[in-house]
Nanobody, 120 residues
Framework: QVQLVESGGGLVQAGGSLRLSCSVS????????MGWYRQAPGKQRELVAS???????NYADSGKGRFTVSRDNAKNTVFLQMNSLKPEDTAVYYC??????????????WGQGTQVTVSS
């Protein structure tokens, strides 16, 4: 059974920082791309940042220069360092992991979400 456990969300003032973590547990697969998405009330879920197993990163324009995604492959853990937070960053943040099985099948797993609230 695959589980994604997220942590690090909370309430912060504008200009502050938060660091999100997401650990993937399970066996019989390798993790390809890991990423962070967010969903604000009344809006669609959107990509925040992603990182592949070789360290290649991708950022949404909204987070460039403020957010940094990183991962620890040995621990199947992905991090999102968020600096200079703005009220518009308020959302539920979800971790996603793309698992690759030996059969060649890929499957996406999602975390339960962690609330990030930025006050003005």
């Amino acid at each position: 059974q695959v589980q994604l456990v997220e942590s690090g969300g909370g309430l912060v003032q504008a200009g502050g920082s938060l660091r999100l973590s997401c650990s993937v547990s399970g066996s019989k697969f390798s993790i390809n791309v890991m990423g962070w998405y967010r969903q604000a009330p009344g809006k669609q879920r959107e990509l925040v940042a992603s990182i592949s197993s070789d360290g290649t990163t991708n950022y949404a324009d909204s987070g460039k220069g403020r957010f940094t995604v990183s991962r620890d492959n040995a621990k199947n853990t992905v991090f999102l360092q968020m600096n200079s937070l703005k009220p518009e960053d308020t959302a539920v943040y979800y971790c996603k992991a793309e698992a690759k099985y030996s059969s060649g099948i890929y499957y996406n797993y999602w975390g339960q979400g962690t609330q990030v609230t930025v006050s003005s």
